[in-house]
Nanobody, 124 residues
Framework: QVQLVESGGGLVQAGGSLRLSCAASGRTFSSYAMGWFRQAPGKEREFVGGISWSGGTTYYADSVKGRFTISRDNDKLTVNLQMFNLKPEDTAVYFC?????????????????WGQGTQVTVSS
């Protein structure tokens, strides 16, 4: 089992940057692929990006490609989401999630463990 806690959210102006972190508990962290999702008010939860168990493969939603970067440190049990050039449409609650297996998925239903989320608000 994995427990996840996100941090690093906040209020930022358009064009600014934020770095979200997700701290995991559990000795099996390296056996999970990790994903970041976000959910804006009144909208479905959407995939932002993911990273394989080793960190060797990353993949992103088209809406954030080139602006967001995911990394992980299996020794420190953390996964990070670095966000650059933020836009008002990036405003949402951001969640990290863990999926059993080597590689992730775009689908929330494939992830067994979720953090509580952290709010990101981008002002125009």
């Amino acid at each position: 089992q994995v427990q996840l806690v996100e941090s690093g959210g906040g209020l930022v102006q358009a064009g600014g940057s934020l770095r979200l972190s997700c701290a995991a508990s559990g000795r099996t962290f390296s056996s999970y692929a990790m994903g970041w999702f976000r959910q804006a008010p009144g909208k479905e939860r959407e995939f932002v990006g993911g990273i394989s168990w080793s960190g060797g493969t990353t993949y992103y939603a088209d809406s954030v490609k080139g602006r967001f970067t995911i990394s992980r440190d299996n020794d420190k049990l953390t996964v990070n989401l670095q966000m650059f050039n933020l836009k008002p449409e990036d405003t949402a609650v951001y969640f990290c999630a863990a999926k059993s297996g080597l590689f992730g998925s775009n689908w929330p239903k494939d992830y067994a463990y979720w953090g509580q989320g952290t709010q990101v608000t981008v002002s125009s």
